[in-house]
């Protein structure tokens, strides 16, 4: 059994900063690639970032410079810190985790889902 559990999300002025967490838990053998997605009302969800197991990253453009995402293995957790931010970042954000349980077979995990809110 794997969980991915959020944290982090928040109201917040446009320009502020917020910190998104997301801890696995569980029977896990290895964790591949991470994710952040985010899924405002209406649109469908987009990646926003993603971070192998050796930690290289990509961002979607309309976040580079003002995103990054990271991740510490020994934690078994990945981050997403959000800076200089804007009411069009508003979002439900959920990170997403490629898991291998046993050798030979890997499954992607979703969290719960964390709102942020940039507004004034």
């Known amino acids: 059994q794997v969980q991915l559990v959020e944290s982090g999300g928040g109201l917040v002025q446009p320009g502020g900063s917020l910190r998104l967490s997301c801890a696995a838990s569980?029977?896990?053998?290895?964790?591949?690639?991470m994710g952040w997605y985010r899924q405002a009302p209406g649109k469908e969800r987009e990646l926003v970032a993603t971070?192998?197991?050796?930690?290289?990253?990509n961002h979607v453009e309309s976040v580079k410079g003002r995103f990054t995402i990271s991740r510490d293995n020994a934690k078994r957790t990945v981050y997403l810190q959000m800076n200089s931010l804007k009411p069009e970042d508003t979002a439900v954000y959920y990170c997403?985790?490629?898991?291998?349980?046993?050798?030979?077979?890997?499954?992607?995990?979703w969290g719960q889902g964390t709102q942020v809110t940039v507004s004034s």
């Open positions: 569980g029977i896990i053998l290895s964790i591949n690639a």
């Open positions: 997403n985790a490629n898991i291998r349980r046993v050798l030979g077979s890997s499954s992607n995990y």
């Open positions: 971070i192998t197991s050796s930690g290289s990253t």
